[in-house]
């Protein structure tokens, strides 16, 4: 393990990039932690242990990639930018249980990691990441519709989307994101972090949040694909009605969007982020009944 380097003092950080020829890129959302306490809070709400695996999405110059290496048994980290390759080469030497895969996440096959944890003994795998802001909800959507056993993630996130993951019904910040996240996991604030402990700042005010996968979901659904189809239709035009809105995402006549929801005792009248979990299942369970 490389213990000279400090990854989390800005000035190490800085050096250790000038010493590769590394310049930030904006463009892949390349905010690099410089904050020690924030990498404590996220390596301690990782859990992991070292019968453990860790998917990292990021690992830009290896800060947090380190911690997880030193409490895994085996860690993989994805990264879309190849001329990181010198500066993990350097951060991350001694690692012997790190790879890394230099490819886009949104591109790579997680089935096949979830194969090399299970080939190298892994009990559990977190992901953990601070996540590139421009495709967070992508890469979410990415890991929640790959059918990978992940018991956790502990995801670094704009604030405001940290907001949405959270949000109770009844909120402007409650929509599609809100209830694929609290189907699947229950989620708690680890940590509010601010601009000043990333290099270089971003700008906005960030979170970090931790999911701990639900064993059984929170609500009874017959078709998990039905039931996103009337989420994403009751969120699509959030103006409209709940019928109406039903109606165009659904892509069936007003009359039957009235119909199933007097079936299932919920008001066309309202909009779709006043519904709890419980009333999108009871919607989309009568939807995929047969009459
Ligand atoms: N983990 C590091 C840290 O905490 O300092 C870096 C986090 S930085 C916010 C996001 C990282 O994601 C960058 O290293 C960036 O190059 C990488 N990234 C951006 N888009 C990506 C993608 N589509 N697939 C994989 N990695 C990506």
Avoid at 162 to 178: D, F, I, V
Wanted: hydrophobic content about 45%; charged content about 20%; proline content about 4%.
């Amino acid at each position: 393990m490389n213990d000279v380097l400090k990854l989390t003092s800005a000035r190490a950080l800085r050096d250790l990039m000038a010493r590769h020829g590394f310049q930030l890129k904006k463009q892949y959302g390349q905010n690099f932690l410089v904050d020690e306490r924030v990498l404590d809070a996220i390596a301690a709400a990782s859990g992991l242990t070292h019968s453990d695996g860790a998917l990292e999405i990021g690992p830009g110059a290896g800060v947090v990639t380190r911690r997880l290496a030193e409490r895994a048994k085996s860690v993989v980290a994805i990264e879309k930018d190849r001329s990181l390759a010198p500066v993990l080469a350097e951060s991350l030497k001694g690692c012997n249980n790190v790879e890394i895969v230099y490819d886009d996440v949104l591109e790579v096959d997680l089935a096949r990691i979830w194969k090399h944890f299970a080939e190298a003994g892994c009990e559990h795998v977190a992901v953990v990441a601070n996540l590139p802001y421009y495709i967070t909800t992508p890469i979410l959507f990415h890991l929640f519709d790959a059918g990978v056993d992940w018991a956790r993630m502990v995801v670094m996130v704009q604030r405001e989307v940290a907001q949405r993951m959270a949000a109770p019904p009844g909120g402007k910040t409650y929509g599609a994101l809100s209830v694929a996240v609290q189907y699947r996991a229950d989620v708690q604030t680890v940590a509010r972090v601010s601009p000043g402990s990333f290099l270089p700042p971003p700008d906005v005010e960030s979170a970090v949040l931790c999911l701990e996968r639900r064993l059984t979901t929170p609500v009874a659904v017959t078709d998990e694909a039905a039931f996103f189809r009337v989420v994403r239709a009751a969120f699509a035009t959030r103006r409209k009605t709940l019928a109406n809105a039903l109606s165009t995402g659904l892509g069936i006549p007003k009359e039957s969007a009235l119909t199933l929801l007097a079936r299932t005792g919920v008001d066309g009248g309202r909009r779709g982020e006043t519904l709890t979990l419980a009333e999108f299942a009871n919607i989309a369970n009568t939807l995929v009944q047969p009459s």
